[in-house]
T-cell receptor, first 114, second 113 residues
Framework: DSGVTQTPKHLITATGQRVTLRCSPR?????VYWYQQSLDQGLQFLIQ???????AKGNILERFSAQQFPDLHSELNLSSLELGDSALYFC?????????????FGSGTQLSVL | GESVGLHLPTLSVQEGDNSIINCAYS??????FIWYKQESGKGPQFIID?????DKRQGQRVTVLLNKTVKHLSLQIAATQPGDSAVYFC????????????FGKGTHLIIQP
């Protein structure tokens, strides 16, 4: 168990809908990362937050947004969902979100858009 | 394209043998590398990491080798066990932590009894 908690484990929804994925980092970790994993693209970095502030952005679509709350949990919001958004979404956390830190991953949320 | 890649998508080894999983990276500025293991239905699990000022690092039954000359990373697993069956990813930190880790596509390690 990595200590990173993600909910829900599975999410089935329809195209055009909006969903929210939730992540609680390991105790003491200030930084949260979101990754998308699909068969054809592998693990793709979406966005990183550190202590409530956005720190880095990767291949995140404009339809997606995230935030990190004062208690350090994070939410990833996916809107106007398309079939191609079906994937595993992982949250990871690290102590300080700085250089050369190992990330600890949650078990992921499997999103199916029908 | 991907700056980190793996030579083989699938590797099959006999139980008890040593496994070697390879990874090539293209960004010579990368100074930190990690190996993750992902079992079915789970998130990536940290195995071992190495910084660019080292060329070898050992853990419990695992060794990571870094060859900066040819930009090559490998993971060696000694005495492979059934529990080692998983997808293994190498990842690099190409921008000093600014944009998260860049992951390769992964190698599926299959253990033959």
């Amino acid at each position: 168990d990595s200590g990173v908690t993600q909910t829900p484990k599975h999410l089935i929804t329809a195209t055009g809908q909006r969903v929210t994925l939730r992540c609680s980092p390991r105790s003491g970790d200030l930084s949260v990362y979101w990754y998308q994993q699909s068969l054809d693209q592998g693990l793709q970095f979406l966005i990183q937050y550190y202590n409530g502030e956005e720190r880095a952005k990767g291949n995140i679509l404009e339809r997606f947004s995230a935030q990190q709350f004062p208690d350090l949990h994070s939410e990833l919001n996916l809107s106007s969902l398309e079939l191609g958004d079906s994937a595993l979404y992982f949250c990871a956390s690290s102590v300080a979100g700085g250089f050369n830190e190992k990330l600890f991953f949650g078990s992921g949320t499997q999103l199916s858009v029908l | 394209g991907e700056s980190v890649g793996l030579h083989l998508p699938t590797l099959s080894v006999q139980e008890g043998d040593n496994s070697i999983i390879n990874c090539a990276y293209s960004n010579s500025a990368s100074d930190y590398f990690i190996w993750y293991k992902q079992e079915s239905g789970k998130g990536p699990q940290f195995i071992i990491d190495i910084r660019s000022n080292m060329d070898k690092r050992q853990g419990q039954r695992v060794t990571v080798l870094l060859n900066k000359t040819v930009k090559h990373l490998s993971l060696q697993i000694a005495a492979t066990q059934p529990g080692d069956s998983a997808v293994y990813f190498c990842a690099e930190d190409p921008r000093g932590g600014a944009d998260g880790l860049t992951f390769g596509k992964g190698t599926h390690l299959i253990i033959q009894p």
